[in-house]
C-alpha cells in the first residue's frame, strides 16, 4: 500500500458492494495505475467502487482467502473522471453500467436490523451479498433496502384500498368517474408488479432462517404453491373486464336506469369485491414487519393493538356490507335505509348511520336505531353478531394474556405463596411458623418472584458480572474492606455472593460449629452472642463477619444473631479460598485482621470466665473488625 500512495490507485471487487463499503483487503504485484473513485482511506482499507467501470489493470486483492481481480484504468489528468467521460468508456455505455450497478446494489442485503437478525455479522452479511451476487443480477434480497421500502409502500396502499375501496363500491353510484377508474387502475398495476417483485425475491426458510433461498426457479416453485393465486386474483381488475367484454354495455350506459345497465353495474359492483381479497397481503406484511421491526416492543401489545385494527377494519367493512345490499337491492320499503329515509342522503351520513348499525350489532348492544324489518336484515344482523362475538373473544384472550405478562414476576410470586399456603396447612405448621413464613415470603420477595440464578446463568460471563456489580454496588460502598480493595479482587468476589434473608432473632452463625461462609451485611443489624448468652457487639451495614473459621480452620467462637431484617450476602468456604488463592496479598490481611479478631476474642471469653459475665467490646476492640 506504501507503494501506490503517491500514484493513487483505482481498485473495486466485482462482489456487488455499495460504493460506501469499505473491505480489509491487501495487494500484491500491483502496476501503477491512476486516481479515480477508490481512496485509501488507511494502510489496510480502500473505499470500494464498481469494477465495471475501469478495465483490469494486473495485480491479485486477496479477500476471504480467494485471489480477486484488481481493477483500473489510466488517467491522462489528475483528479477523478466526470461521469460519463470516464477514459476508456464511452460516455453512455458509463452512465448504463452506472445506473445498472446502482440498482443491484439496492437488491443486495444492508446492514439493517433484518440481516443482522439472519446473519449475525457483518463478516456473514458479506458472504451472503457474494452469494447473492452470484445468484443472478435481477435477484431481490429480502434484506435490501429495496424490498424495504417496496414492502413499506405496499403497506400503506394496502391499507388505503381496504378502507376506500368499501365505501367507494358502496356509497357512490357513479363509479366510472375518471378519479376512480385511475386510482383503481393505478393500484391494480402496482399489486401486479409486486407479484412480478415477489417472483424475483428471495424467500427466508421457516426451518432454516439464515438461509435464504435466491435460486429463481425455486423462489418461482414456492410462490405458486402458496400466495401467488390468491396475490392475482385480487389484482386483476374483473370489473373493468366484465364491462369492456359485455357487448350491450355501450348501449345500455346511455340509459343507465334501465334494468340491463342496473344489473350489469350491481354485478361489476360485486366482482369490484374480490379487490377485497388483498387483505391476504396486509396480514403478511403485517406480521413479517411485526416479527423483525418490533421485536424490541413487547409482542402481546402488537397483537393487541392488531385486533383492535382489525375490529374496526372489520366493523368498516360490515358498515359498508349494511348498506350496499339494500342498495343493490333497490332499497326496499321494509329495508332499514328506507325506514330511515337514507336513501338520498349524503354519503357521510348514511356511512355513520351504517357503521352503528354494525358496531351495535358486532358489540351486542342493540339493532341500530330500528330492529330488522327484512329477512335480508335480520341476516345482515347475525353476520355482523357473529363476527363481533369472534373478534370480542379474541380481544378478551389477548387482553388476558396482555395483563398475565405485565406483570409476570407478581402472578408468580402469588401462586408461589398460595404453594406455600397449601404446603403449610397440608404440613399442619403453628400459626406462629405459618406467620413467620409467610413474612419471611415477604421481605424476601417483596410481592415479585424471580428466578435470579437462572436469569443470570443465561447471560454471557461479562454481562453476568457487571450485573452482580450492580446489584452489589451499595454494598461495595459500605464495607470498607471493599473500598480500600483492589477492583479485580471485589469483582470476583461479588460475583460469587449469594444474597440470604433473615428475620429478627434467626440464628446465622451458631458458636461450636463449623465455618462454611463468612457474612457481608447489606442492611440490617446482627448480635454477636457470647457462650453466656451476653451480646459482645452488634454489627450493622458494611460489616462483615464469619471469615476467622474459614481462615483458621477454627470452630466458631461466638454465635451471631439477627436483631432486625437482615440482609446478607454469604461466600462458601470453597469460593472465599479459590478467590484468596489468586491474591495472596488479600489473604494475608484477612489473616492478620482475622487472627487480632481472634485473639480479642478470646481474650473477651477468658475475662467473662473469670468474672462470671460478659464484658462488651470496647471501641477500640471494634474498629480492626470494623476494618
Same mark, same amino acid.
Given at each position: 500500500?506504501?507503494?501506490?500512495?503517491?500514484?493513487?490507485?483505482?481498485?473495486?471487487?466485482?462482489?456487488?458492494?455499495?460504493?460506501?463499503?469499505?473491505?480489509?483487503?491487501?495487494?500484491?504485484? !500491483?502496476?501503477?495505475?491512476?486516481?479515480?473513485?477508490? !481512496?485509501?482511506?488507511?494502510?489496510?482499507?480502500?473505499?470500494?467502487?464498481?469494477?465495471?467501470?475501469?478495465? +483490469?489493470?494486473?495485480?491479485? $486483492?486477496?479477500?476471504?482467502?480467494?485471489?480477486?481481480?484488481?481493477?483500473?484504468?489510466?488517467?491522462?489528468?489528475?483528479?477523478?473522471?466526470?461521469?460519463?467521460?470516464?477514459?476508456? /468508456?464511452?460516455?453512455?455505455?458509463?452512465?448504463?453500467?452506472?445506473?445498472?450497478?446502482?440498482?443491484?446494489?439496492?437488491?443486495?442485503?444492508?446492514?439493517?436490523? /433484518?440481516?443482522?437478525?439472519?446473519?449475525?455479522?457483518?463478516?456473514?452479511?458479506?458472504?451472503?451479498?457474494?452469494?447473492?451476487?452470484?445468484?443472478?443480477?435481477?435477484?431481490?434480497?429480502?434484506?435490501?433496502?429495496?424490498?424495504?421500502?417496496?414492502?413499506?409502500? @405496499?403497506?400503506? /396502499?394496502?391499507?388505503?384500498?381496504?378502507?376506500?375501496?368499501? $365505501?367507494?363500491?358502496?356509497?357512490?353510484?357513479?363509479?366510472?368517474?375518471?378519479?376512480?377508474?385511475?386510482?383503481?387502475?393505478?393500484?391494480?398495476?402496482?399489486?401486479?408488479?409486486?407479484?412480478?417483485?415477489?417472483?424475483?425475491?428471495?424467500?427466508?426458510?421457516?426451518?432454516?432462517?439464515?438461509?435464504?433461498?435466491?435460486?429463481?426457479?425455486?423462489?418461482?416453485?414456492?410462490?405458486?404453491?402458496?400466495?401467488?393465486?390468491?396475490?392475482?386474483?385480487?389484482?386483476?381488475?374483473?370489473?373493468?373486464?366484465?364491462?369492456?367484454?359485455?357487448?350491450?354495455?355501450?348501449?345500455?350506459?346511455?340509459?343507465?336506469?334501465?334494468?340491463?345497465?342496473?344489473?350489469?353495474?350491481?354485478?361489476?359492483?360485486?366482482?369490484?369485491?374480490?379487490?377485497?381479497?388483498?387483505?391476504?397481503?396486509?396480514?403478511?406484511?403485517?406480521?413479517?414487519?411485526?416479527?423483525?421491526?418490533?421485536?424490541?416492543?413487547?409482542?402481546?401489545?402488537?397483537?393487541?393493538?392488531?385486533?383492535?385494527?382489525?375490529?374496526?377494519?372489520?366493523?368498516?367493512?360490515?358498515?359498508?356490507?349494511?348498506?350496499?345490499?339494500?342498495?343493490?337491492?333497490?332499497?326496499?320499503?321494509?329495508?332499514?335505509?328506507?325506514?330511515?329515509?337514507?336513501?338520498?342522503?349524503?354519503?357521510?351520513?348514511?356511512?355513520?348511520?351504517?357503521?352503528?348499525?354494525?358496531?351495535?350489532?358486532?358489540?351486542?348492544?342493540?339493532?341500530?336505531?330500528? +330492529?330488522?324489518?327484512?329477512?335480508?336484515?335480520?341476516?345482515?344482523?347475525?353476520?355482523?353478531?357473529?363476527?363481533?362475538?369472534?373478534?370480542?373473544?379474541?380481544?378478551?384472550?389477548?387482553?388476558?394474556?396482555?395483563?398475565?405478562?405485565?406483570?409476570?414476576?407478581?402472578?408468580?410470586?402469588?401462586?408461589?405463596?398460595?404453594?406455600?399456603?397449601?404446603?403449610?396447612?397440608?404440613?399442619?405448621?403453628?400459626?406462629?411458623?405459618?406467620?413467620?413464613?409467610?413474612?419471611?415470603?415477604?421481605?424476601?420477595?417483596?410481592?415479585?418472584?424471580?428466578?435470579?440464578?437462572?436469569?443470570?446463568?443465561?447471560?454471557?460471563?461479562?454481562?453476568?458480572?457487571?450485573?452482580?456489580?450492580?446489584?452489589?454496588?451499595?454494598?461495595?460502598?459500605?464495607?470498607?474492606?471493599?473500598?480500600?480493595?483492589?477492583?479485580?479482587? $471485589?469483582?470476583?468476589?461479588?460475583?460469587?455472593?449469594?444474597?440470604?434473608?433473615?428475620?429478627?432473632?434467626?440464628?446465622?452463625?451458631?458458636?461450636?460449629?463449623?465455618?462454611?461462609?463468612?457474612?457481608?451485611?447489606?442492611?440490617?443489624?446482627?448480635?454477636?452472642?457470647?457462650?453466656?448468652?451476653?451480646?459482645?457487639?452488634?454489627?450493622?451495614?458494611?460489616?462483615?463477619?464469619?471469615?476467622?473459621?474459614?481462615?483458621?480452620?477454627?470452630?466458631?467462637?461466638?454465635?451471631?444473631?439477627?436483631?432486625?431484617?437482615?440482609?446478607?450476602?454469604?461466600?462458601?468456604?470453597?469460593?472465599?479460598?479459590?478467590?484468596?488463592?489468586?491474591? +495472596?496479598?488479600?489473604?494475608?490481611? @484477612?489473616?492478620? $485482621?482475622?487472627?487480632?479478631?481472634?485473639?480479642?476474642?478470646?481474650?473477651?471469653?477468658?475475662?467473662?470466665?473469670?468474672?462470671?459475665?460478659?464484658?462488651?467490646?470496647?471501641?477500640?476492640?471494634?474498629?480492626?473488625?470494623?476494618?
Amino acid at each position: 500500500v506504501e507503494e501506490i500512495r503517491s500514484p493513487r490507485v483505482v481498485v473495486g471487487i466485482a462482489l456487488g458492494q455499495a460504493q460506501d463499503d469499505s473491505i480489509k483487503i491487501s495487494i500484491e504485484n !500491483t502496476n501503477t495505475c491512476t486516481d479515480s473513485l477508490v !481512496t485509501a482511506l488507511d494502510d489496510e482499507t480502500l473505499l470500494l467502487t464498481d469494477p465495471e467501470m475501469f478495465t +483490469p489493470c494486473p495485480g491479485k $486483492v486477496h479477500f476471504g482467502g480467494d485471489d480477486l481481480s484488481l481493477y483500473g484504468t489510466p488517467k491522462e489528468e489528475p483528479g477523478p473522471a466526470p461521469m460519463g467521460n470516464h477514459p476508456g /468508456l464511452p460516455g453512455d455505455s458509463g452512465k448504463q453500467s452506472f445506473i445498472k450497478n446502482q440498482l443491484q446494489a439496492l437488491f443486495q442485503p444492508t446492514d439493517n436490523k /433484518l440481516a443482522m437478525k439472519l446473519f449475525g455479522s457483518k463478516k456473514a452479511l458479506m458472504k451472503e451479498r457474494i452469494r447473492q451476487k452470484a445468484a443472478g443480477h435481477w435477484v431481490i434480497h429480502p434484506c435490501s433496502s429495496f424490498r424495504f421500502y417496496w414492502d413499506l409502500c @405496499m403497506l400503506l /396502499l394496502l391499507v388505503a384500498n381496504l378502507i376506500i375501496l368499501p $365505501v367507494a363500491i358502496s356509497f357512490f353510484n357513479d363509479d366510472l368517474s375518471t378519479r376512480w377508474i385511475a386510482f383503481n387502475c393505478l393500484s391494480d398495476t402496482i399489486f401486479l408488479i409486486d407479484i412480478v417483485v415477489n417472483f424475483r425475491t428471495g424467500i427466508m426458510q421457516q426451518d432454516n432462517a439464515e438461509q435464504v433461498i435466491l435460486d429463481p426457479k425455486l423462489i418461482a416453485k414456492n410462490y405458486l404453491k402458496t400466495w401467488f393465486f390468491l396475490d392475482l386474483i385480487s389484482s386483476i381488475p374483473l370489473d373493468y373486464i366484465f364491462l369492456i367484454f359485455n357487448q350491450d354495455f355501450s348501449e345500455s350506459f346511455q340509459i343507465l336506469h334501465a334494468g340491463r345497465a342496473l344489473r350489469i353495474l350491481r354485478l361489476a359492483k360485486l366482482l369490484s369485491l374480490v379487490r377485497l381479497l388483498r387483505l391476504s397481503r396486509l396480514v403478511r406484511y403485517v406480521s413479517q414487519w411485526e416479527e423483525v421491526y418490533f421485536l424490541n416492543m413487547a409482542s402481546v401489545f402488537m397483537r393487541i393493538f392488531n385486533l383492535i385494527c382489525m375490529m374496526l377494519l372489520i366493523g368498516h367493512w360490515s358498515g359498508c356490507l349494511q348498506f350496499l345490499v339494500p342498495m343493490l337491492q333497490g332499497f326496499p320499503s321494509n329495508s332499514w335505509v328506507a325506514i330511515n329515509e337514507l336513501q338520498e342522503a349524503f354519503w357521510l351520513e348514511q356511512y355513520s348511520w351504517a357503521l352503528f348499525k354494525a358496531m351495535s350489532h358486532m358489540l351486542c348492544i342493540g339493532y341500530g336505531r330500528f +330492529p330488522p324489518q327484512s329477512l335480508t336484515d335480520m341476516w345482515l344482523t347475525m353476520l355482523s353478531m357473529i363476527s363481533g362475538a369472534t373478534c370480542y373473544a379474541l380481544f378478551l384472550g389477548h387482553a388476558t394474556n396482555l395483563i398475565q405478562s405485565l406483570d409476570s414476576s407478581r402472578r408468580q410470586y402469588r401462586e408461589r405463596v398460595k404453594q406455600v399456603e397449601e404446603y403449610m396447612a397440608y404440613r399442619k405448621l403453628p400459626r406462629e411458623m405459618r406467620q413467620r413464613i409467610t413474612e419471611y415470603f415477604e421481605h424476601r420477595y417483596q410481592g415479585k418472584f424471580f428466578d435470579e440464578e437462572a436469569i443470570l446463568g443465561e447471560l454471557s460471563e461479562k454481562l453476568r458480572e457487571d450485573v452482580i456489580n450492580y446489584n452489589c454496588r451499595s454494598l461495595v460502598a459500605s464495607v470498607p474492606f471493599f473500598a480500600n480493595a483492589d477492583g479485580n479482587f $471485589v469483582s470476583d468476589v461479588v460475583t460469587k455472593l449469594r444474597y440470604e434473608v433473615f428475620q429478627p432473632g434467626d440464628i446465622i452463625i451458631k458458636e461450636g460449629t463449623i465455618g462454611t461462609k463468612m457474612y457481608f451485611i447489606q442492611e440490617g443489624i446482627v448480635d454477636i452472642v457470647m457462650a453466656n448468652g451476653e451480646v459482645a457487639t452488634s454489627l450493622s451495614d458494611g460489616s462483615y463477619f464469619g471469615e476467622i473459621c474459614l481462615l483458621t480452620n477454627a470452630r466458631r467462637v461466638a454465635s451471631v444473631r439477627a436483631e432486625t431484617y437482615c440482609n446478607l450476602f454469604s461466600l462458601s468456604v470453597e469460593h472465599f479460598n479459590a478467590v484468596l488463592d489468586q491474591y +495472596p496479598l488479600m489473604r494475608r490481611t @484477612m489473616e492478620s $485482621v482475622a487472627a487480632e479478631r481472634y485473639r480479642k476474642n478470646k481474650a473477651r471469653q477468658e475475662a467473662a470466665l473469670r468474672a462470671g459475665e460478659g464484658i462488651p467490646q470496647t471501641d477500640e476492640e471494634e474498629r480492626p473488625h470494623q476494618q
